[in-house]
């Protein structure tokens, strides 16, 4: 799933077809295209294996932690994604929702259905400081997202964000990679990718 798809690749597929020369160069830039891609897959690919590692904090308070399924029983301030910023007062995303597990949601960039949103709920699990949201992001190149908050005064503050292609079913899996050292596929995006 780590792929990315590159469309080029089918219509070089079909190039006997194409015999004027205005395809021929459309055809020769399709294949430049199609190379860039492969190139590119092969540079990003999917992160390697390697354990999970939260900071101490969400590591000292996965015992407390309760599991959370549904949107609806998220705190406000991560259902309506206010937790960007330094103060954690800014929306992370002009378009961020949820949608609950097995929901439907836009899973890819092909739009069907407007009102759906790009983000779906795998789980989410929240004590009095600190919670863990995961969920997965569609569009163009769809993948898992975790993050770790921790509830501040005024807001909850992002502390730690990983992207992967592999989900985690639950809190108990999630729980159990980290205590085993258990590789996965998610790389950490602190400082670098920043989209919600």
């Known amino acids: 799933m780590g792929e990315t798809v590159c469309l080029a690749s089918t219509y070089i597929r079909d190039a006997e077809r194409w015999t004027s020369p205005g395809h021929r160069l459309a055809m020769f830039f399709l294949a430049a295209f199609a190379l860039g ?9 999917e992160p390697p294996a390697s354990p999970l590692r939260p900071p101490p904090i969400v590591e000292t308070h996965l015992a407390t932690l309760q599991e959370i399924k549904r949107v609806g029983a998220l705190p406000q301030a991560l259902r309506d994604g206010y937790f960007g910023g330094a103060g954690g007062d800014k929306k992370v995303a002009a378009d961020w929702a949820l949608a609950n597990p097995g929901a439907a949601w836009r899973s890819t960039d092909i739009v069907t259905n407007p009102k759906l949103p790009y983000r779906r709920l795998v789980f989410a699990a929240c004590d009095s400081t600190v919670c863990l949201l995961h969920y997965q992001l569609g569009g163009y190149a ?3 997202r975790i993050i770790a908050l921790v509830r501040t005064a005024k807001a909850y503050r992002v502390v730690w964000r990983v992207v992967g292609f592999q989900a985690i079913g639950s809190l108990r899996v999630f729980e159990s990679r980290v205590r085993q050292k258990t590789p996965v596929r998610f790389t950490s995006t602190q400082g670098g990718y920043r989209s919600y």
């Open 142 to 144: 769809s993948s898992e």
């Open 37 to 45: 891609c492969a190139s590119y897959n092969d540079k990003l690919g």
